[in-house]
């Protein structure tokens, strides 16, 4: 029983202080990719001006 | 608990942002079917990580996470145990994620379709959307009862001198918006609205878990659940009625949590919309390091609700059967945050449930549109714009059910294992169908529906015939998974003996998206 508790606090302690040093990593990459995303799709023709083609349609891989 | 105005206005601005934000991204959908679906495959890693974390917790979670706490004592922090495993064994080894990537499918049905022909997309399709309609059904009444009980709103109030139920409105309140900029902007609102909501929610958790553990030490808790459960409480091992997990569940969630992180609707249609396969597997990794800890933090919330609030002091009279066991914690946490703070919490967790809801709408209204609809309409040619807007009245219509369905089905279960058996629908037999078609060139289509049928039947017997002992239900499901592989090598090879080809994915068509 003991050692499971003492298994269980500090798996407590690991996981949610991991996380929160990931969070902070994916708040301020995540800002950057979104950047990007709205940079690239801005970048993309209108679908009345693009071909009509669907992705996987006559091949692999987008 | 004290609401001031500000706790309002913090909630009311955020979230009106987050909604505007998210409908001008119709803009950047410019008609196209694949910009509304999978954000024109751009998304990279960081963004994809943080809109998949935010998409998988919503107040559904929170509530199911931190029902398992009051039921299971500490040996529900197996679950980040087993959340940290699935994300690994996906996002280190790259099983299956990369391959997948790399074949350009959309959805899971655009890929049985590329591998195993139309009949079984359509087939594979009906399994799918069985599965996370079950599961969707549970979310609008999940947020509106958080809500309710978060706020410590009355359990009704009169209009007219009617009584009526706080917990439909409230849900009716909060969905409404969500499903409105999902319908204008498909996957670029929800990755850019998840971003937003992923960044609010988490400094809002981490401040409530700090406030949590000042209002209950670790140690009164490990006391308590001594007290409880005794060994049950801590070792996830053990097993006896409704307490502890035992070793069919942890088989059955060691199969769930690979297989689930792969096929499952929502988190399927992240990977297709990474940028790269190699973008799609570091989401995995880096996800590995901010779920466990998210559900650690929920756990904590629920077994300090179980050692603060004991039940005899909730009116939960108009809520449906089942749901009387979940408003513990949001009870316990209205009544322990100060001003500021609650409305800071309130935007953040009703940024939680819209990340969460519209992930999900959007993910169920793909299936139903791609995999069952547009396949029947072959012949007829469908312009990118007309899918869009059928896309569209789909997910409208979900949402009424949903809302509808969740108000009037009670649970005879934890909420956890009707979510997860909702799915074992699906996943046993998409598991197998998509490992061998990734990994062996033999698999066919005569493998392919065996798996599915084998592996969705005795999820569903356990939903129709709601066995008592849930040990039987986790054995079953377990075994579900067994059944799916061993039913698609032996369908192979009956395929093969009746001369069956199996379709390469190299020389498919692709199919339709």
């Known amino acids: 029983m003991k050692a499971w508790e003492y298994f269980w606090t500090g798996w407590v302690v690991v996981t949610i202080s991991v996380s929160w040093v990931a969070a902070?990593?994916?708040i301020f990459g995540g800002a950057i990719d979104l950047h990007h995303l709205i940079k690239d799709l801005k970048a993309m023709p209108q679908e009345s001006e693009a071909e009509d083609a669907m992705p996987g349609e006559?091949?692999?891989g987008q | 608990?004290?609401?001031?105005?500000?706790?309002?206005?913090?909630?009311?601005?955020?979230l009106t942002a987050i909604a505007v934000g998210g409908m001008l991204c119709e803009r950047l959908v410019k008609g196209n079917i694949d910009h509304f679906l999978v954000a024109g495959r751009k998304i990279r890693k960081f963004l994809l990580a943080a809109a998949g974390s935010a998409a998988e917790v919503g107040l559904i979670a929170v509530m199911f996470i931190a029902e398992e706490a009051y039921t299971r004592g500490l040996s529900a922090l197996m679950l980040p145990i087993l959340a940290l495993y699935g994300q690994v064994i996906v996002g280190f080894t790259g099983f299956c994620v990369e391959?997948?990537?790399?074949t350009g499918a959309v959805t899971m049905g655009h890929f049985a379709e590329m591998r195993y022909g139309r009949a079984f997309r359509v087939f594979s399709g009906a399994f799918q959307f069985t599965?996370?309609?079950?599961?969707?059904a549970m979310f609008p009444i999940a947020g509106g009862t958080f809500l309710t009980y978060l706020?410590?709103?009355p359990s009704n109030f009169q209009v007219w001198g009617w009584a009526v139920p706080t917990v439909p409105v409230v849900t009716a309140a909060l969905v409404a918006p969500v499903i409105g900029y999902t319908v204008a902007g498909g996957t670029i609102s929800v990755a850019f609205t998840d971003y937003a909501q992923f960044a609010i929610a988490w400094v809002s958790m981490a401040v409530v878990t700090v406030i949590v553990l000042l209002n209950c030490s670790w140690g009164t808790i490990v006391h308590s659940v001594h007290q409880t459960f005794g060994a049950l409480g801590v070792n996830p091992f053990l097993q006896e009625g409704i307490k502890g997990y035992g070793i069919f569940w942890i088989g059955w969630m060691l199969c769930q949590y690979v297989w689930g992180n792969l096929v499952w609707p929502p988190i399927n249609l992240r990977i297709a919309s990474s940028k790269e396969p190699k973008a799609a597997r570091q989401m995995f990794m880096i996800t590995a390091g901010l779920m466990p800890g998210r559900q650690g933090m929920i756990i904590l919330w629920g077994l300090a609700a179980l050692v603060m609030v004991p039940t005899a002091v909730l009116s939960v009279e108009y809520l449906p059967a089942g749901w009387e066991r979940l408003v513990r914690m949001p009870y316990y946490l209205g009544t322990i945050m100060p001003p500021v703070v609650v409305g800071l919490f309130l935007a953040g967790m009703i940024a939680a449930e819209m990340s969460n809801v519209s992930a999900y709408f959007m993910a169920s209204s793909a299936i139903a549109t791609q995999d069952i609809i547009f396949p029947w309409l072959r012949g007829r040619e469908l312009s990118s714009k007309s899918q869009v807007r059928i896309n569209r009245l789909v997910l409208l219509s979900l949402a009424v059910f949903a809302y509808v369905f969740g108000l009037v089905y009670g649970l005879n279960q934890t909420l956890f294992t009707?979510?997860?058996m909702s799915a074992a629908v699906y996943t046993p037999g998409a598991g197998a169908f998509l490992t061998f078609g990734l990994y062996s060139k033999r698999a066919n289509v005569v493998g392919?529906?065996?798996?599915?049928?084998a592996g969705g039947i005795l999820p569903m017997l356990c939903i129709v015939l709601k066995f008592e002992n849930p040990n039987t239900q986790f054995m079953l499901a377990f075994l579900s998974y067994i059944a799916a592989f061993v039913a698609m090598i032996v369908g192979t090879l009956v395929g093969e003996r009746l001369g069956v080809k199996p379709l390469s994915l190299a020389r498919s068509s692709g199919g339709n998206l």
Not at chain 2, 1 to 14: E, G, K
Not at chain 2, 131 to 136: F, H
Not at chain 2, 448 to 453: E, I, L, P, S, W
Request: include cysteine.
């Open chain 1, 24 to 26: 902070v990593i994916c």
């Open chain 1, 58 to 60: 006559g091949g692999q």
């Open chain 2, 1 to 14: 608990m004290r609401i001031t105005l500000i706790d309002w206005i913090i909630p009311v601005v955020f």
């Open chain 2, 99 to 102: 391959r997948y990537r790399a």
């Open chain 2, 131 to 136: 599965a996370i309609l079950l599961t969707i």
């Open chain 2, 151 to 153: 706020l410590n709103l």
């Open chain 2, 418 to 420: 009707y979510l997860m």
């Open chain 2, 448 to 453: 392919a529906f065996a798996g599915m049928v």
